[in-house]
């Protein structure tokens, strides 16, 4: 948990009224078919809705929605995968989108990213040792004669066998798969890494062998993490810190054991609702009722308010701002503003 | 896992967690050849087609003659159905014996009536010795030839216009006319006996007659109307067809799969400008662009390839673009660019390759279609010029023919052009199988 020295300094990875909107375009038939007289719109998602957020060195920062709610594309915004449509991200203090070509590059190779889908995220047609080593060579992070050197030392870090790295993705199985998928990301000497349901494609054995591997290096390279999950449990497990987010937005930020001990937003109750269980040791959750509305056509003020047991008339027509409610915890919901 | 039977493993760090699932390292190329080799009859199309491609790449070398020569064929060996052996005209030489020497040889030059066009009867001599011998003398006459087996195409021949008086040691006289008839065993020893006292000058006309078959060149499959060797001429016109087939299938693919690329990995404007004009481009009959353009270009192999290279990029483009926009989603692309590789780095060596195969597959079943529109052109006389006969043309040439009863001018290399495009597909399709991502294990 945070430490009053750490909070001299800035944060790793900050996020300043982040958003991200996809919009898929007319083309030109269409335009066509609305000058005779249909009536087809853009389609506009707002992915990312205003994220402020706050990540600081060796952090382990929890993000939880349910699907579809921007999760992916928050992680992949500060991966540098897409550029945010609006507000600005601070690496470091530097706003990475004024950064030089070369600073940028590096900025990009601090920040790397783990995926969900261990076979997916691995080009079928490389070799290991080309999967991990070729970043590290383009980028002239080691040297020629080192390099294979680099990758079995890669492969080991991460508890494979280097002797497998001339084999083919598809011939791991998928724990190994992401394991890969984490070497690659370590072989250019990342400081912080998005893990984008890093662990739910895998069986519950061998998440646990993977989420400990996070904690081991986490630990042996002093790593930060974004640890992006719809499944509380792990999160609890794992995380400094949580962030709740609802379609777009972030509505609830708290240290993890106040969170999980009394949670503030009704969105974040709705999703800590446990299921009554005999044996003690491993949480279950219900869904939280209601449908997700559509993220192109979300419900007006708060997001949540047709799913919201307490919403009132305030909550459909303004939008509630994310604020301090307690020392290191923030939510977003109008109820706070009774008190 | 594995199991640790003894408490303490003595490296550290590496023993891996999960088991290996097997042991041997596949190469996706391994994997490919074993998954083709599945099917049969894929294999014997390859095999097929591999042999096609041999005769046609080797045709200079293998073919009994160079269709493209002129003075290799003659007009007297037009049409000749499938076995026929090479014809030969007749020769005749007309022979004049100088002063001869006793016991040493002259060679009688042949002056007149001696025709071309036969390679072997050209190199035949006769040479003429004066002998003497008990019983006076004699002008002993030997033919010799070169190649020495053109001997055995000498059948006949007549001897004319000898002064009175010499006759000859073997061969028939003629009832009255001052003619012998000679066979080709009487060449064995044939001489002109003198008579006693006998002083004149001699002269006299030899006429060759050589066989009028060929026996050691057969037209296995027939000759053409202007007396081609049918096999020769398929076999170049194999050349011909797979050379525009495949020439303008892997230009079409080149800039097909370059556009096809670009549309996907950039989408937007760039994107709907690309596949508008592909939309287009596949709106329009096939042979009828292919039909207009050569009406405006006019006749030519360059001017056909580029034909077919218009009509055929945006098959290309199109198949690579949806390879693309799924592998573009992958998430080794989200990879590559956290790993801030280049963008060329990433469409060139990361997207394309895994976006190749059903572009392969399009290319396989493309080549064969070009073959056949090639062919199609040529046969409407717009395709090809006529000095470069492909599988089309000489289709087209026969065509004339096949109502007289000479079916071979059009049939064989319309078979050929059959077995061509079926072995390709074979191939194709068993290509596509085992490269549908689909059905990959
Ligand atoms: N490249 C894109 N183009 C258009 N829309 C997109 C794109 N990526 C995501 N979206 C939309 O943005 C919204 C958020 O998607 P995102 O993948 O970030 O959700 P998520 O929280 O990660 O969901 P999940 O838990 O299912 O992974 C979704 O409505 C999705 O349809
Ligand atoms: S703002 Fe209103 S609708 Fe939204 S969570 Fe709070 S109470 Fe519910
Ligand atoms: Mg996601």
Redesign the pocket.
């Known amino acids: 948990m945070t430490s009053a020295a750490e909070t001299e300094a800035p944060p790793i990875v900050a996020l300043e009224g982040v958003g991200k909107r996809f919009v898929k375009r007319l083309d030109v038939a269409m335009k066509l078919a609305n000058m005779l007289g249909s009536d087809l719109r853009e389609e506009v998602v707002q992915a990312v809705d205003d994220v402020h957020m706050a990540v600081r060195e060796g952090e382990v920062v929890g993000l939880v929605g349910e699907s579809g709610c921007g999760k992916s594309t928050l992680g992949r915004v500060v991966a540098g995968v897409h550029r945010a449509t609006s507000g600005r991200m601070l690496y470091r203090g530097d706003d990475v989108s004024h950064l030089g070509d070369r600073a940028a590059r590096d900025v990009r190779l601090k920040i790397q990213m783990i995926f969900q889908d261990p076979m997916s995220s691995l080009n079928p047609r490389f070799r290991v040792a080309d999967i991990i080593g070729e970043a590290p060579k383009v980028h002239g992070i080691v040297g020629r004669g080192e390099l294979d050197g680099y990758v079995d030392e890669m492969m080991r870090h991460v508890g494979l066998d280097a002797s497998y790295k001339r084999r083919y993705p598809h011939q791991f199985s998928g724990g190994q798969r992401q394991r890969i998928g984490i070497a690659r990301a370590l072989a250019v000497k990342p400081e912080f890494l998005v893990c984008d349901e890093a662990v739910a494609a895998l069986d519950v054995s061998i998440q646990a062998q993977v989420l400990n591997l996070f904690m081991r290096l986490r630990e042996d390279f002093g790593l930060t993490y974004l640890f992006i999950s719809h499944d509380l449990g792990v999160v609890e497990h794992l995380s400094d810190r949580v962030m709740i987010m609802y379609l777009g937005r972030i509505?609830e930020e708290a240290p993890t054991e106040a969170l999980f001990a009394t949670p503030n937003?009704?969105?974040t109750q709705a999703l800590l609702a446990e299921v009554p269980r005999l044996e003690a040791k491993r949480r279950a959750y219900t869904p939280v009722k209601g449908e997700i509305p559509s993220p192109l056509n979300p419900p007006s003020?708060?997001?949540?308010?047709p799913r919201?047991?307490?919403?009132?008339q305030?909550?459909r027509d303004e939008a509630?701002v994310l604020r301090e409610i307690a020392p290191g915890r923030r939510s977003?919901?109008?109820?706070n503003d009774r008190a | 896992m594995t199991t640790a039977a003894e408490p303490h493993s003595a490296a550290p760090a590496a023993s891996p967690v999960e088991a290996a699932p097997e042991p041997r390292t596949v190469s996706p190329f391994r994997r490919f050849v074993d998954d083709f080799a599945e099917s049969k009859v894929a294999v014997f199309g390859l095999v097929v087609l591999v042999g096609i491609i041999v005769l046609a790449v080797f045709a200079p070398w293998i073919a009994p003659q160079d269709p493209y020569d002129l003075t290799d064929f003659h007009e007297r060996d037009a049409r000749l159905p499938p076995g026929s052996e090479r014809l030969f005209d007749a020769q005749t030489f007309t022979v004049t014996v100088p002063d001869l020497v006793p016991g040493q040889a002259v060679a009688i030059d042949a002056e007149e009536g001696v025709s071309v066009s036969n390679p072997f009867v050209d190199g035949l001599t006769v040479s003429a010795v004066l002998e003497e011998t008990s019983d006076g003398r004699q002008i002993r006459l030997e033919v010799a030839a070169d190649p020495a087996e053109a001997l055995g195409l000498l059948e006949a021949a007549q001897l004319e216009d000898l002064p009175r008086g010499p006759t000859l040691t073997s061969g028939e006289k003629h009832a009255f006319r001052n003619l012998w008839t000679l066979t080709a065993e009487d060449f064995q020893d044939l001489a002109i006996v003198l008579p006693e006292g006998f002083d004149d000058e001699i002269d006299f006309r030899l006429r060759l007659t050589t066989s009028e078959t060929d026996p050691g060149f057969t037209y296995w499959l027939g000759t053409d109307a202007q007396g081609r060797d049918m096999l020769s001429a398929m076999m170049y016109g194999l050349r011909t067809s797979l050379s525009v087939g495949v020439m303008s299938g892997f230009f079409a693919l080149l800039i097909g799969m370059s556009l096809g690329l670009t549309a996907a990995y950039f989408g937007g404007r760039v994107d709907s400008l690309i596949m508008r004009i592909v939309d287009l481009q596949l709106g329009f009959p096939t042979i009828l662009v292919a039909l207009m353009l050569l009406a405006i270009l006019g006749r030519g192999v360059d001017k056909v390839i580029f034909a077919l290279i218009i009509v055929q990029w945006a098959y290309y483009a199109r198949t690579a673009r949806s390879a693309a926009l799924v592998e573009r989603r992958k998430e080794y692309i989200e990879a590559a660019a956290c790993l801030a590789l280049s963008t060329r780095r990433i469409i060139f060596r990361h997207l394309l390759p895994n976006c190749l195969p059903p572009v392969i597959v399009v290319g396989t079943v493309q080549v064969a279609n070009a073959i056949a529109l090639e062919a199609t052109l040529s046969f409407l006389g717009i395709g090809l010029p006529l000095t470069k006969p492909s599988l089309g043309l000489l289709i087209s040439n026969g065509f004339d023919y096949l109502l007289a009863g000479k079916y071979w001018i059009s049939v064989y290399p319309g078979v050929a052009l059959l077995i061509t495009i079926v072995s390709i597909n074979l191939v194709g399709d068993q290509l596509r199988d085992v490269l549908n991502p689909r059905l990959q294990r």
């Open positions: 509505v937003h009704p969105y003020g708060c997001h949540f308010h919201c047991p307490h919403a009132l305030r909550c509630p977003a919901c109008h109820l």
